[in-house]
Nanobody
Framework: QVQLVESGGGLVQGGGSLRLSCVGS????????MGWFRQAPGKEREFVAA???????RYVESVKGRFTISRDNAKNTVNLQMNSLKPEDTAVYYC?????????????????WGQGTQVTVSS
């Protein structure tokens, strides 16, 4: 069992930065593939980024070069550094955990979800 709690969302101007954090609990965290999804109003939940154990990463094309995912297993934390934010990045961002990189990229195959944190980017 893995429990996930996100923090770090907020309101930022376009071009600005935010750092999201997700603290996990449960003894399987260290071996879980971790990821971030986002969901804008009226849209489906979208994969954003993932990081495996140890540290292979994957990103959706629209955030490559702007977002960086990282993890600190000693602190049971996965982070998403978001730079050069755009209004189209506005969404609720969810932390996710699953058993493989293939499962983590598909919402229906994610094993655990956090409660979400709002990110709003103004133009």
């Amino acid at each position: 069992q893995v429990q996930l709690v996100e923090s770090g969302g907020g309101l930022v101007q376009g071009g600005g930065s935010l750092r999201l954090s997700c603290v996990g609990s449960g003894r399987t965290f260290r071996y879980s593939t971790m990821g971030w999804f986002r969901q804008a109003p009226g849209k489906e939940r979208e994969f954003v980024a993932a990081i495996t154990w140890p540290d292979s990463t994957r990103y959706v094309e629209s955030v490559k070069g702007r977002f960086t995912i990282s993890r600190d297993n000693a602190k049971n934390t996965v982070n998403l550094q978001m730079n050069s934010l755009k209004p189209e990045d506005t969404a609720v961002y969810y932390c996710a955990a699953s058993s493989s990189i293939d499962r983590i990229t598909t919402p229906s195959r994610v094993d655990y979800w956090g409660q979400g944190t709002q990110v709003t980017v103004s133009s």
